[in-house]
Protein backbone atom coordinates (compact mmCIF):
# COMPACT_ATOMS: atom_id res chain seq x y z
CA UNK A 1 0.00 0.00 0.00
CA UNK A 2 2.98 2.28 0.88
CA UNK A 3 4.37 1.76 -2.41
CA UNK A 4 1.70 2.74 -4.49
CA UNK A 5 1.31 5.93 -2.55
CA UNK A 6 4.70 6.89 -3.52
CA UNK A 7 4.52 6.14 -7.07
CA UNK A 8 2.65 8.58 -7.70
CA UNK A 9 4.22 11.19 -5.40
CA UNK A 10 7.62 10.31 -7.26
CA UNK A 11 6.26 11.29 -11.04
CA UNK A 12 5.28 14.76 -9.59
CA UNK A 13 8.12 15.57 -7.94
CA UNK A 14 10.35 14.40 -11.36
CA UNK A 15 7.99 16.55 -13.15
CA UNK A 16 8.34 19.72 -10.75
CA UNK A 17 12.13 19.07 -11.46
CA UNK A 18 11.60 18.89 -15.15
CA UNK A 19 9.93 21.71 -15.62
CA UNK A 20 11.29 24.30 -13.59
CA UNK A 21 14.80 23.40 -15.09
CA UNK A 22 12.78 24.40 -18.39
CA UNK A 23 11.53 27.47 -16.67
CA UNK A 24 15.67 28.70 -15.91
CA UNK A 25 16.53 27.79 -19.24
CA UNK A 26 13.76 29.98 -20.71
CA UNK A 27 14.72 32.90 -18.51
CA UNK A 28 18.26 32.56 -19.80
CA UNK A 29 17.60 32.68 -23.27
CA UNK A 30 15.15 35.56 -23.07
CA UNK A 31 17.31 37.54 -20.80
CA UNK A 32 20.10 37.04 -23.74
CA UNK A 33 17.91 38.43 -26.17
CA UNK A 34 17.18 41.19 -24.11
CA UNK A 35 19.89 42.92 -23.19
CA UNK A 36 22.03 44.72 -25.49
CA UNK A 37 25.14 43.40 -26.92
CA UNK A 38 27.32 46.47 -25.58
CA UNK A 39 26.48 45.55 -21.81
CA UNK A 40 26.80 41.50 -22.64
CA UNK A 41 29.65 40.08 -19.33
CA UNK A 42 31.42 38.06 -22.06
CA UNK A 43 35.03 37.90 -22.55
CA UNK A 44 34.65 37.09 -25.94
CA UNK A 45 37.59 39.44 -27.24
CA UNK A 46 40.23 38.19 -24.46
CA UNK A 47 39.40 34.71 -25.23
CA UNK A 48 40.00 35.16 -28.81
CA UNK A 49 42.87 37.21 -28.28
CA UNK A 50 44.12 34.31 -26.48
CA UNK A 51 43.34 31.62 -28.92
CA UNK A 52 45.43 33.71 -31.46
CA UNK A 53 48.65 33.90 -28.74
CA UNK A 54 48.17 37.91 -29.22
CA UNK A 55 49.84 39.83 -26.37
CA UNK A 56 47.62 42.82 -25.18
CA UNK A 57 49.16 46.39 -26.50
CA UNK A 58 51.47 44.22 -28.89
CA UNK A 59 51.26 44.74 -32.69
CA UNK A 60 52.56 40.90 -32.84
CA UNK A 61 51.76 37.57 -32.51
CA UNK A 62 52.60 36.25 -29.05
CA UNK A 63 52.41 32.35 -29.90
CA UNK A 64 55.33 29.89 -30.17
CA UNK A 65 55.09 29.39 -33.80
CA UNK A 66 54.17 33.75 -34.40
CA UNK A 67 55.74 35.13 -31.42
CA UNK A 68 57.15 38.44 -32.90
CA UNK A 69 60.30 39.91 -31.28
CA UNK A 70 62.59 42.35 -31.96
CA UNK A 71 65.60 44.27 -33.20
CA UNK A 72 69.42 46.40 -34.01
CA UNK A 73 72.88 45.91 -35.03
CA UNK A 74 76.98 46.92 -35.64
CA UNK A 75 78.52 46.55 -38.55
CA UNK A 76 81.52 48.76 -39.11
CA UNK A 77 83.61 49.56 -42.25
CA UNK A 78 86.03 46.78 -41.58
CA UNK A 79 84.14 43.60 -40.91
CA UNK A 80 84.13 42.30 -44.71
CA UNK A 81 86.12 39.31 -44.08
CA UNK A 82 83.99 38.32 -41.02
CA UNK A 83 80.84 38.36 -43.07
CA UNK A 84 82.40 36.05 -45.88
CA UNK A 85 80.94 32.81 -43.85
CA UNK A 86 77.33 34.34 -44.69
CA UNK A 87 77.50 33.56 -48.21
CA UNK A 88 75.08 31.90 -49.60
CA UNK A 89 76.37 28.94 -51.17
CA UNK A 90 74.88 29.15 -54.50
CA UNK A 91 71.53 29.91 -53.27
CA UNK A 92 69.02 31.56 -56.37
CA UNK A 93 68.22 35.16 -55.20
CA UNK A 94 64.39 36.22 -55.98
CA UNK A 95 62.48 39.71 -55.05
CA UNK A 96 59.53 38.95 -51.92
CA UNK A 97 56.99 40.30 -53.08
CA UNK A 98 54.20 39.12 -54.99
CA UNK A 99 55.57 35.75 -54.08
CA UNK A 100 53.03 32.62 -53.15
CA UNK A 101 52.38 33.02 -49.45
CA UNK A 102 53.23 36.65 -48.86
CA UNK A 103 49.61 37.78 -48.54
CA UNK A 104 49.04 35.33 -45.87
CA UNK A 105 51.88 36.34 -44.16
CA UNK A 106 50.83 39.81 -44.81
CA UNK A 107 47.63 38.93 -43.17
CA UNK A 108 49.19 36.62 -40.20
CA UNK A 109 50.85 39.94 -39.67
CA UNK A 110 48.09 42.53 -39.36
CA UNK A 111 45.74 39.87 -37.27
CA UNK A 112 48.85 40.63 -34.45
CA UNK A 113 47.72 43.80 -34.53
CA UNK A 114 45.41 44.67 -31.02
CA UNK A 115 42.62 46.72 -31.38
CA UNK A 116 43.38 50.07 -29.25
CA UNK A 117 47.42 49.84 -30.34
CA UNK A 118 48.75 53.22 -30.77
CA UNK A 119 51.63 51.27 -33.01
CA UNK A 120 49.40 49.71 -35.35
CA UNK A 121 47.32 53.04 -35.87
CA UNK A 122 50.13 54.54 -36.84
CA UNK A 123 51.71 52.50 -39.72
CA UNK A 124 47.60 52.72 -40.59
CA UNK A 125 48.53 56.63 -40.77
CA UNK A 126 48.77 58.10 -44.82
CA UNK A 127 52.06 59.14 -43.90
CA UNK A 128 53.22 55.70 -43.55
CA UNK A 129 51.69 54.65 -46.72
CA UNK A 130 52.86 56.86 -49.06
CA UNK A 131 54.37 55.11 -52.17
CA UNK A 132 57.96 53.48 -52.61
CA UNK A 133 58.96 54.12 -55.95
CA UNK A 134 58.52 50.99 -58.62
CA UNK A 135 61.57 48.74 -58.25
CA UNK A 136 62.47 47.58 -61.71
CA UNK A 137 65.68 44.64 -61.71
CA UNK A 138 68.02 47.44 -61.61
CA UNK A 139 66.69 48.44 -58.53
CA UNK A 140 67.25 45.20 -56.58
CA UNK A 141 70.62 44.44 -55.11
CA UNK A 142 70.65 40.70 -56.71
CA UNK A 143 70.27 38.88 -60.04
CA UNK A 144 67.81 36.21 -59.77
CA UNK A 145 67.95 32.61 -60.50
CA UNK A 146 64.22 31.31 -59.56
CA UNK A 147 65.50 27.98 -60.39
CA UNK A 148 67.74 27.32 -57.36
CA UNK A 149 66.56 26.05 -54.10
CA UNK A 150 67.09 25.08 -50.59
CA UNK A 151 66.27 21.71 -49.15
CA UNK A 152 66.59 20.40 -45.65
CA UNK A 153 69.50 17.82 -45.22
CA UNK A 154 66.95 15.04 -43.55
CA UNK A 155 63.30 14.46 -42.33
CA UNK A 156 65.24 15.03 -39.13
CA UNK A 157 67.32 18.10 -39.46
CA UNK A 158 66.94 21.72 -39.28
CA UNK A 159 70.21 21.74 -41.72
CA UNK A 160 69.71 23.36 -45.05
CA UNK A 161 71.65 22.38 -48.37
CA UNK A 162 71.94 24.19 -51.65
CA UNK A 163 70.16 22.65 -54.71
CA UNK A 164 72.92 20.80 -55.92
CA UNK A 165 72.57 18.42 -53.33
CA UNK A 166 68.47 18.70 -52.99
CA UNK A 167 65.65 17.21 -54.51
CA UNK A 168 64.65 18.48 -57.96
CA UNK A 169 61.05 17.93 -57.77
CA UNK A 170 59.26 20.45 -55.98
CA UNK A 171 56.08 19.95 -53.60
CA UNK A 172 52.55 20.68 -55.05
CA UNK A 173 52.49 24.57 -55.03
CA UNK A 174 55.65 25.65 -53.69
CA UNK A 175 58.08 27.74 -55.70
CA UNK A 176 61.74 27.80 -55.42
CA UNK A 177 61.36 30.76 -53.33
CA UNK A 178 59.36 29.07 -50.70
CA UNK A 179 62.47 26.75 -49.80
CA UNK A 180 64.72 29.70 -49.36
CA UNK A 181 65.95 30.00 -45.17
CA UNK A 182 64.30 33.66 -43.94
CA UNK A 183 67.58 35.21 -43.52
CA UNK A 184 68.20 34.79 -47.53
CA UNK A 185 64.54 36.09 -48.41
CA UNK A 186 65.58 39.35 -46.27
CA UNK A 187 68.80 39.62 -48.16
CA UNK A 188 66.99 39.39 -51.53
CA UNK A 189 64.26 41.59 -50.52
CA UNK A 190 67.01 44.94 -50.21
CA UNK A 191 66.29 47.41 -53.28
CA UNK A 192 67.82 50.82 -53.74
CA UNK A 193 65.06 52.41 -52.10
CA UNK A 194 64.65 50.15 -48.68
CA UNK A 195 66.23 47.89 -46.40
CA UNK A 196 62.91 46.20 -45.66
CA UNK A 197 58.79 47.25 -46.37
CA UNK A 198 57.10 48.90 -43.96
CA UNK A 199 54.90 45.61 -43.32
CA UNK A 200 57.18 43.20 -44.13
CA UNK A 201 55.73 39.58 -43.56
CA UNK A 202 59.04 37.93 -43.38
CA UNK A 203 59.95 40.19 -40.00
CA UNK A 204 58.39 38.24 -36.93
CA UNK A 205 59.56 34.34 -38.43
CA UNK A 206 63.55 36.62 -39.09
CA UNK A 207 63.20 37.86 -35.63
CA UNK A 208 61.61 34.71 -34.37
CA UNK A 209 64.76 32.68 -35.39
CA UNK A 210 67.00 35.31 -34.03
CA UNK A 211 65.81 34.50 -30.51
CA UNK A 212 65.53 30.91 -31.23
CA UNK A 213 67.57 29.01 -33.83
CA UNK A 214 70.03 26.75 -32.51
CA UNK A 215 73.80 28.07 -32.68
CA UNK A 216 76.58 26.01 -34.11
CA UNK A 217 79.46 28.64 -34.35
CA UNK A 218 80.45 31.37 -31.98
CA UNK A 219 83.33 33.55 -33.11
CA UNK A 220 84.78 37.06 -32.10
CA UNK A 221 84.36 39.48 -34.80
CA UNK A 222 87.96 40.87 -35.31
CA UNK A 223 88.01 44.54 -35.17
CA UNK A 224 86.26 47.27 -33.36
CA UNK A 225 86.73 48.32 -29.95
CA UNK A 226 84.43 46.14 -27.73
CA UNK A 227 83.76 42.34 -28.00
CA UNK A 228 81.12 41.19 -30.51
CA UNK A 229 80.69 37.87 -32.07
CA UNK A 230 79.47 36.06 -35.14
CA UNK A 231 77.27 33.42 -34.14
CA UNK A 232 76.10 30.86 -37.30
CA UNK A 233 72.86 29.13 -37.27
CA UNK A 234 72.14 25.78 -39.42
CA UNK A 235 70.46 27.39 -41.91
CA UNK A 236 73.27 29.08 -43.10
CA UNK A 237 71.97 32.23 -41.25
CA UNK A 238 74.39 34.73 -38.92
CA UNK A 239 73.93 37.05 -36.37
CA UNK A 240 75.31 39.40 -34.75
CA UNK A 241 75.71 39.22 -30.94
CA UNK A 242 76.67 42.08 -28.61
CA UNK A 243 77.05 41.08 -24.73
CA UNK A 244 74.90 43.00 -22.35
CA UNK A 245 77.63 45.85 -20.73
CA UNK A 246 75.28 48.07 -18.72
CA UNK A 247 72.00 47.52 -16.71
CA UNK A 248 69.30 49.21 -17.64
CA UNK A 249 69.04 51.65 -15.04
CA UNK A 250 73.08 52.79 -15.43
CA UNK A 251 73.85 56.14 -17.07
CA UNK A 252 77.32 57.06 -19.04
CA UNK A 253 79.16 58.45 -16.37
CA UNK A 254 79.63 62.51 -17.19
CA UNK A 255 83.23 62.13 -17.51
CA UNK A 256 83.55 59.87 -20.40
CA UNK A 257 84.18 60.90 -23.71
CA UNK A 258 82.14 59.43 -26.68
CA UNK A 259 84.96 57.09 -27.96
CA UNK A 260 85.31 55.44 -25.01
CA UNK A 261 81.52 54.59 -23.87
CA UNK A 262 80.06 51.24 -23.73
CA UNK A 263 78.52 49.67 -26.33
CA UNK A 264 75.09 48.66 -25.27
CA UNK A 265 72.62 45.56 -26.60
CA UNK A 266 69.67 47.03 -25.70
CA UNK A 267 70.56 50.30 -27.66
CA UNK A 268 71.03 47.85 -30.64
CA UNK A 269 67.61 46.76 -29.94
CA UNK A 270 65.92 49.97 -29.56
CA UNK A 271 67.37 51.70 -32.62
CA UNK A 272 66.26 49.12 -34.67
CA UNK A 273 62.66 49.77 -33.73
CA UNK A 274 63.03 53.71 -33.71
CA UNK A 275 64.61 53.49 -37.06
CA UNK A 276 61.29 51.53 -38.30
CA UNK A 277 59.08 54.15 -36.18
CA UNK A 278 60.61 56.91 -38.00
CA UNK A 279 59.97 54.82 -41.63
CA UNK A 280 63.80 55.25 -42.17
CA UNK A 281 63.95 51.43 -42.16
CA UNK A 282 67.70 51.36 -42.60
CA UNK A 283 68.91 49.08 -39.54
CA UNK A 284 68.52 44.98 -40.11
CA UNK A 285 66.64 43.76 -37.62
CA UNK A 286 67.83 42.65 -33.93
CA UNK A 287 65.92 40.57 -31.51
CA UNK A 288 67.27 40.17 -27.97
CA UNK A 289 68.30 37.07 -26.61
CA UNK A 290 69.03 35.32 -23.90
CA UNK A 291 72.44 32.89 -24.21
CA UNK A 292 73.96 30.05 -22.84
CA UNK A 293 77.65 30.57 -22.21
CA UNK A 294 78.79 27.44 -21.48
CA UNK A 295 77.06 25.42 -24.58
CA UNK A 296 76.39 27.93 -27.27
CA UNK A 297 79.97 30.12 -27.05
CA UNK A 298 82.17 27.84 -24.91
CA UNK A 299 81.53 24.28 -26.06
CA UNK A 300 81.36 25.48 -29.69
CA UNK A 301 83.57 27.83 -30.64
CA UNK A 302 86.84 27.18 -32.91
CA UNK A 303 88.11 30.69 -32.16
CA UNK A 304 91.15 29.71 -30.28
CA UNK A 305 92.04 33.33 -28.84
CA UNK A 306 88.33 33.67 -27.90
CA UNK A 307 88.87 30.09 -25.82
CA UNK A 308 91.52 31.37 -23.95
CA UNK A 309 90.01 33.60 -22.29
CA UNK A 310 86.64 32.26 -20.52
CA UNK A 311 87.35 30.94 -16.63
CA UNK A 312 84.73 30.75 -13.36
CA UNK A 313 84.58 33.59 -11.38
CA UNK A 314 85.03 33.57 -7.55
CA UNK A 315 81.51 33.37 -7.57
CA UNK A 316 81.19 30.20 -9.60
CA UNK A 317 79.81 32.28 -12.93
CA UNK A 318 81.14 31.31 -16.36
CA UNK A 319 82.61 34.53 -17.81
CA UNK A 320 85.14 35.58 -20.81
CA UNK A 321 86.19 38.86 -22.58
CA UNK A 322 88.15 38.09 -25.08
CA UNK A 323 90.34 40.38 -27.69
CA UNK A 324 89.74 44.32 -28.03
CA UNK A 325 90.81 47.80 -27.66
CA UNK A 326 88.61 48.63 -24.65
CA UNK A 327 87.24 46.73 -21.95
CA UNK A 328 88.42 43.31 -22.89
CA UNK A 329 90.02 42.40 -19.66
CA UNK A 330 89.21 40.02 -15.98
CA UNK A 331 88.25 43.41 -15.09
CA UNK A 332 85.28 44.14 -17.48
CA UNK A 333 84.69 40.11 -18.43
CA UNK A 334 81.56 39.27 -19.10
CA UNK A 335 79.75 36.61 -16.90
CA UNK A 336 76.76 34.83 -16.77
CA UNK A 337 74.28 33.96 -14.18
CA UNK A 338 75.61 31.17 -13.54
CA UNK A 339 76.13 31.26 -17.39
CA UNK A 340 73.38 32.94 -19.16
CA UNK A 341 73.98 36.03 -20.73
CA UNK A 342 71.91 38.52 -22.37
CA UNK A 343 72.71 40.18 -25.82
CA UNK A 344 71.46 41.19 -29.16
CA UNK A 345 71.39 39.44 -32.26
CA UNK A 346 71.19 41.56 -35.65
CA UNK A 347 70.94 39.62 -39.03
CA UNK A 348 74.22 40.24 -41.03
CA UNK A 349 73.76 42.28 -43.88
CA UNK A 350 74.60 40.05 -47.35
CA UNK A 351 78.31 39.29 -47.86
CA UNK A 352 80.73 42.18 -49.21
CA UNK A 353 82.04 39.66 -51.82
CA UNK A 354 77.95 39.59 -53.26
CA UNK A 355 76.98 43.14 -52.39
CA UNK A 356 79.92 45.35 -51.77
CA UNK A 357 79.54 48.36 -49.82
CA UNK A 358 81.13 51.84 -49.62
CA UNK A 359 81.99 53.07 -46.36
CA UNK A 360 81.64 57.61 -46.30
CA UNK A 361 83.25 59.50 -43.58
CA UNK A 362 80.83 61.65 -42.09
CA UNK A 363 81.38 65.32 -42.71
CA UNK A 364 80.11 65.88 -39.38
CA UNK A 365 82.53 63.39 -38.22
CA UNK A 366 83.91 64.25 -34.26
CA UNK A 367 87.70 64.51 -33.45
CA UNK A 368 87.79 61.43 -31.36
CA UNK A 369 90.19 63.41 -29.32
CA UNK A 370 90.77 64.70 -25.88
CA UNK A 371 91.13 68.20 -26.81
CA UNK A 372 90.88 69.31 -30.23
CA UNK A 373 87.44 70.09 -32.16
CA UNK A 374 86.46 69.22 -35.59
CA UNK A 375 86.03 71.80 -38.30
CA UNK A 376 82.12 71.98 -38.26
CA UNK A 377 82.55 72.65 -34.32
CA UNK A 378 84.42 76.10 -35.47
CA UNK A 379 82.54 77.25 -38.74
CA UNK A 380 79.38 78.31 -38.00
CA UNK A 381 78.91 78.14 -41.90
CA UNK A 382 80.33 75.02 -42.63
CA UNK A 383 77.17 73.62 -44.21
CA UNK A 384 78.06 75.78 -47.26
CA UNK A 385 81.36 73.40 -48.11
CA UNK A 386 79.54 70.63 -47.43
CA UNK A 387 76.71 71.64 -49.89
CA UNK A 388 79.04 72.24 -52.94
CA UNK A 389 81.02 68.85 -52.45
CA UNK A 390 79.94 65.44 -53.84
CA UNK A 391 78.00 63.16 -53.14
CA UNK A 392 76.08 66.46 -51.06
CA UNK A 393 75.84 68.64 -53.85
CA UNK A 394 73.52 66.50 -55.54
CA UNK A 395 70.33 64.40 -54.74
CA UNK A 396 68.54 63.86 -51.75
CA UNK A 397 72.24 62.48 -50.06
CA UNK A 398 72.51 65.22 -47.65
CA UNK A 399 68.68 65.06 -46.60
CA UNK A 400 69.26 61.44 -45.93
CA UNK A 401 72.17 62.44 -43.84
CA UNK A 402 70.09 64.58 -41.72
CA UNK A 403 67.57 61.90 -41.16
CA UNK A 404 70.39 59.97 -39.24
CA UNK A 405 71.43 63.04 -37.41
CA UNK A 406 67.52 62.99 -36.30
CA UNK A 407 67.68 59.46 -35.28
CA UNK A 408 71.28 59.90 -33.27
CA UNK A 409 70.19 62.98 -31.55
CA UNK A 410 66.94 61.19 -30.46
CA UNK A 411 68.91 58.25 -28.84
CA UNK A 412 72.01 60.57 -28.01
CA UNK A 413 74.30 58.25 -29.80
CA UNK A 414 77.61 60.57 -30.36
CA UNK A 415 79.74 58.15 -32.14
CA UNK A 416 78.47 58.25 -35.79
CA UNK A 417 82.03 58.50 -37.39
CA UNK A 418 80.89 56.68 -40.56
CA UNK A 419 78.49 55.43 -42.47
CA UNK A 420 77.72 53.03 -45.35
CA UNK A 421 75.62 52.32 -48.77
CA UNK A 422 75.42 49.51 -51.36
CA UNK A 423 77.73 50.55 -54.25
CA UNK A 424 75.51 49.02 -56.86
CA UNK A 425 73.30 51.94 -56.50
CA UNK A 426 75.75 54.46 -56.68
CA UNK A 427 74.85 57.60 -54.98
CA UNK A 428 71.34 57.61 -55.26
CA UNK A 429 70.22 55.10 -52.45
CA UNK A 430 69.43 55.02 -48.43
CA UNK A 431 72.17 55.21 -46.02
CA UNK A 432 72.70 52.11 -43.87
CA UNK A 433 72.02 53.24 -40.21
CA UNK A 434 74.70 50.27 -38.61
CA UNK A 435 77.04 50.76 -35.11
CA UNK A 436 74.19 52.17 -32.56
CA UNK A 437 75.34 50.48 -29.63
CA UNK A 438 76.55 53.94 -27.62
CA UNK A 439 73.13 55.06 -28.02
CA UNK A 440 70.72 55.15 -24.81
CA UNK A 441 73.49 55.99 -22.96
CA UNK A 442 71.81 58.97 -21.08
CA UNK A 443 68.52 60.32 -20.33
CA UNK A 444 69.05 63.19 -18.25
CA UNK A 445 71.21 65.39 -21.07
CA UNK A 446 70.65 66.53 -24.26
CA UNK A 447 73.64 66.19 -26.38
CA UNK A 448 72.44 69.43 -29.22
CA UNK A 449 75.81 69.47 -30.80
CA UNK A 450 74.21 65.86 -32.43
CA UNK A 451 71.84 68.42 -34.32
CA UNK A 452 74.15 70.34 -36.13
CA UNK A 453 73.62 68.76 -39.84
CA UNK A 454 70.15 70.11 -39.32
CA UNK A 455 71.04 73.37 -37.48
CA UNK A 456 73.77 74.22 -40.54
CA UNK A 457 72.17 73.08 -42.99
CA UNK A 458 68.62 74.30 -42.59
CA UNK A 459 66.82 71.13 -44.42
CA UNK A 460 64.88 68.54 -43.95
CA UNK A 461 62.76 65.99 -46.26
CA UNK A 462 58.73 67.01 -45.66
CA UNK A 463 57.89 63.75 -44.70
CA UNK A 464 60.57 63.33 -41.78
CA UNK A 465 59.20 66.69 -40.85
CA UNK A 466 55.39 65.62 -40.69
CA UNK A 467 56.03 62.07 -39.19
CA UNK A 468 57.96 64.05 -36.21
CA UNK A 469 54.93 66.21 -36.05
CA UNK A 470 53.03 63.31 -35.71
CA UNK A 471 54.78 61.61 -33.30
CA UNK A 472 54.78 64.75 -30.89
CA UNK A 473 51.15 64.22 -30.42
CA UNK A 474 49.10 61.88 -27.86
CA UNK A 475 47.81 59.52 -30.19
CA UNK A 476 50.78 58.69 -31.62
CA UNK A 477 53.21 59.71 -28.56
CA UNK A 478 56.54 58.35 -29.77
CA UNK A 479 57.39 57.07 -26.17
CA UNK A 480 53.96 55.47 -26.21
CA UNK A 481 54.74 53.60 -29.80
CA UNK A 482 58.21 52.59 -28.50
CA UNK A 483 57.32 51.22 -25.44
CA UNK A 484 54.56 48.46 -27.22
CA UNK A 485 56.89 48.14 -29.91
CA UNK A 486 59.78 47.25 -27.35
CA UNK A 487 57.17 44.92 -25.51
CA UNK A 488 57.36 41.92 -27.39
CA UNK A 489 61.36 41.93 -27.09
CA UNK A 490 62.52 38.20 -25.69
CA UNK A 491 64.30 40.65 -23.46
CA UNK A 492 61.56 43.48 -22.42
CA UNK A 493 61.83 45.67 -21.19
CA UNK A 494 64.41 46.83 -22.98
CA UNK A 495 64.57 50.67 -21.96
CA UNK A 496 64.32 52.51 -18.80
CA UNK A 497 60.91 54.37 -18.51
CA UNK A 498 63.77 57.69 -18.62
CA UNK A 499 64.96 56.80 -21.45
CA UNK A 500 61.17 56.37 -23.09
CA UNK A 501 60.51 59.98 -21.62
CA UNK A 502 63.51 61.43 -23.08
CA UNK A 503 62.47 60.80 -26.45
CA UNK A 504 59.78 62.90 -26.25
CA UNK A 505 61.73 65.90 -24.70
CA UNK A 506 64.23 65.28 -27.45
CA UNK A 507 61.98 65.11 -30.26
CA UNK A 508 60.31 68.24 -29.20
CA UNK A 509 63.81 70.42 -29.58
CA UNK A 510 64.16 68.88 -33.34
CA UNK A 511 60.90 70.28 -33.71
CA UNK A 512 61.72 74.00 -32.32
CA UNK A 513 65.17 73.37 -34.29
CA UNK A 514 63.13 73.51 -37.53
CA UNK A 515 60.42 75.96 -36.15
CA UNK A 516 64.11 78.46 -36.21
CA UNK A 517 64.93 77.90 -39.26
CA UNK A 518 61.26 78.16 -40.95
CA UNK A 519 61.45 81.82 -39.42
CA UNK A 520 64.74 82.61 -40.62
CA UNK A 521 64.03 81.20 -44.38
CA UNK A 522 62.38 83.54 -46.93
CA UNK A 523 59.93 80.82 -48.32
CA UNK A 524 59.07 77.29 -46.14
CA UNK A 525 59.74 75.27 -49.12
CA UNK A 526 64.28 76.28 -48.49
CA UNK A 527 63.44 74.07 -45.57
CA UNK A 528 61.11 71.59 -46.08
CA UNK A 529 62.03 69.55 -48.69
CA UNK A 530 58.92 68.02 -50.49
CA UNK A 531 59.13 64.53 -50.89
CA UNK A 532 55.21 63.50 -50.30
CA UNK A 533 53.96 65.77 -53.08
CA UNK A 534 50.52 66.90 -52.78
CA UNK A 535 48.81 64.06 -51.67
CA UNK A 536 49.39 64.20 -47.87
Known amino acids: ???????????????????????????????????PTTHRPCGCDTKASKAMGVLSGSPMPASPKKLSLRILQDFSGSNGSLEKSSQPQRAGLQLRAGEPGVQQQHEEWNAGWTKGSKLAALFEHPLYNIAVPEVTEKDKLFIINPTEKFSLRSSGSDEWVSSSKAETVLPTGKTAYDTYPTWLKFHIGINRYELYPRRDPLLPTLLRDLATQRIISSVQKSGGTQLKLIMTFPNYGQAL??????????????????????????????????????????????????????????????????????????????????????????????????????????????DKTLAKRHSWRSPWRRSYHKSKKAEWELNPNYCAQVRETPPYDRGHRLLDLIDMTILDFLMGNMDRHHYETFEKFGND??????????????????????????????????????RLQLLATQPYRLSDVLREALAADPLAPVLAEPHLQALDRRLGKVLVAVGHCLARAARQEEVLVDDVGSGV
Open 1 to 35: MRCRLQMPFQRKFKISLLLLLLLALLVHLVMDFAL
Open 241 to 350: FKPIKQTRDQETPIDFFYFSDFERHNAEIAAFHLDRILDFRRIPPVSGRLVNITKEIWDITTDKKLAKTFFISPAGNVCFYGECSYYCSTEHALCGKPDQLEGSMAVLLP
Open 429 to 466: TFLLHLDNGRGFGTHSRDELSILAPLQQCCSIKKSTYL
